[in-house]
């Protein structure tokens, strides 16, 4: 049950729930500097219903707590794939747009402070490239292809095939290494103590992505991928 009530902060909230920031910022309620306020006198400020806004947040809540409850069940193929594109590239699309601006933000205003942002949001540009270009590959490309060859495993598509999962998984350790640098200068995401509400949302929600983006591979190199190369070792027998 949720803990968040109409006395809770609203920097509170957006520490406890980090996509709760999206709703705020639409509302254009100051979470950051002007955090530590309950959400009822926030809503009051802004001509707002606290219970509606509160049922909004906990609507929040509970999409953040299913997604980090849901695991890919034991799907054939086709669904795998399915789930994949609506479980992480939908969400990965809306998230990289979503985050954006508070990534912008954090540079502009901190980032001569601590020089390390500057660096995070360059990491953050390139992983929001490469992602987006991968997906799109993936789904143009890579998914359907793979969906022909596990529904008739012939000796040609198993060498067509052979490329593309290779420059995949390439990718794949590409967008691991942008993450892996990423953790380090930030020291594991970890915000200093005097950091502000956007420099702490924005780390806090940069963690959730990557758990997300570890997944979201391994689930494609560990299950569909591993089951392709299956495949083409029973279409292509090694002699």
Known sequence: MSQLTEETWV???VKAVPKTGDLFRKLR??????????LREAAANRGLHADE??????E???????????QPPSLEPKELIAYIQNEYHTKLREELSALTPYVTKLTRVHGERYSHL?????????????????IQNEEDLVFPMIEAFLQ????????????????????????????KEMRLITNGFEPMQEACGTHRLVLKRL???EADIFNHILLE????????????LIAKPIN
């Not at 929040?60 to 849901?70: L, P, S, W």
């Not at 190199?221 to 083409?232: K, Y």
């Open 11 to 13: 920097a509170d909230i």
């Open 29 to 38: 309620i100051d979470f950051c500097c002007g955090g530590k306020i309950s």
């Open 53 to 58: 806004l509160l049922t909004q947040i906990h």
């Open 60 to 70: 929040v809540e509970e999409k953040q707590a299913q997604h980090k409850q849901m």
């Open 118 to 134: 500057k660096r995070v949001n360059e990491l953050f540009t390139l992983l929001k490239q490469e992602l987006s270009e991968h």
């Open 152 to 179: 008739e495993s012939t000796v040609e598509r198993a060498d067509e095939l052979n490329p593309i999962l290779s420059k995949l998984q390439n990718e794949h350790q590409t967008v691991v290494e942008f993450l």
């Open 207 to 209: 963690e959730d992505l």
């Open 221 to 232: 190199n560990c299950t569909l991928i591993e089951r392709t190369r299956q495949a083409q």
